[in-house]
């Protein structure tokens, strides 16, 4: 099976502290998401990448920024986390296009900031 | 830029009936359409998908969906409700002719009612 691991679960921090969430897939798939999730605005892109050290900003990048060292991992980072970043973190990840074409969904890491 | 609409916020269903989740999308090439359904406090599961093809298209739990090109839609269908289909639905597009995101809907919620 298709496995998508993000770091955890659950998550409080204080407001202005950095945060790292970090999101592992077992695939070897070239593309990884980060999106966030909030009653009503559905899920919104924050940042992708189609491969290593490549990123694309997505609808919503301001505050964030990602880190793509290895091919299965993928890291969003909030520079200086602030209230209005409370929020549900999914990280997925897909092949090309000529291959399954499906994301694949991690857990979810429930952040809250204080 | 690819956008997806889901009109409904919330679908009432009694168990037994037939249900439909409305979709419609917009991409500049051709369409790659998903589904996605979410259980409380999960990520998000694939459900189907259309590529090429049939137009109809049959998935996982007795889901299916139609596409309808001339309407730019993909409604998600079931024949007969469950309780347990009850969830948060998301309907997903990417732009086929390039290997870019996945854009999804803000949701829809689905209440089976017994």
């Known amino acids: 099976d298709v496995k998508v691991t993000q770091s955890s679960r659950y998550l409080v921090k204080r407001t202005g502290e950095k945060v790292f969430l970090e999101c592992v897939q077992d695939m070897d798939h070239e593309n990884m998401f980060w999106y966030r999730q909030d009653p009503g605005l559905g899920l919104r892109l924050i940042y992708f990448?189609?491969?290593?050290?490549?990123?694309e900003k997505g609808d919503i990048p301001e505050g964030y920024s990602v880190s793509r060292e290895k091919k299965e991992r993928f890291s969003l980072i909030l520079e200086s986390a602030s209230t209005n970043q409370t929020s549900m973190y999914l990280c997925?990840?897909?092949?090309?296009?000529?291959?399954?074409?499906?994301?694949?969904f991690g857990q979810g890491t429930r952040l809250t900031v204080v | 830029a690819q956008s997806v609409a889901q009109p409904e916020d919330q679908v009432n269903v009694a168990e037994g009936n037939p249900l439909t989740v409305k979709c419609t999308y917009s991409?500049?090439?051709?369409?790659?359409l998903f589904w996605y359904v979410q259980y409380p406090n999960r990520g998000l599961q694939f459900l189907l998908k259309?590529?090429?093809?049939?137009?109809l298209v049959k998935g996982s739990y007795g889901f299916e969906a139609e596409f309808n090109k001339s309407q730019t839609s993909f409604h998600l269908k079931k024949p007969s409700a469950l309780v347990s289909d009850s969830a948060l639905y998301f309907c997903a597009v990417r732009d086929g002719d390039r290997d870019d995101k996945i854009i999804f809907g803000k949701g829809t919620r689905l209440h089976i009612l017994p």
């Open positions: 997925a990840s897909s092949a090309i296009l000529d291959m399954n074409t499906e994301a694949f």
């Open positions: 991409v500049s090439g051709n369409p790659y």
């Open positions: 259309y590529i090429t093809g049939d137009n």
């Open positions: 990448s189609y491969d290593v050290k490549m990123k």
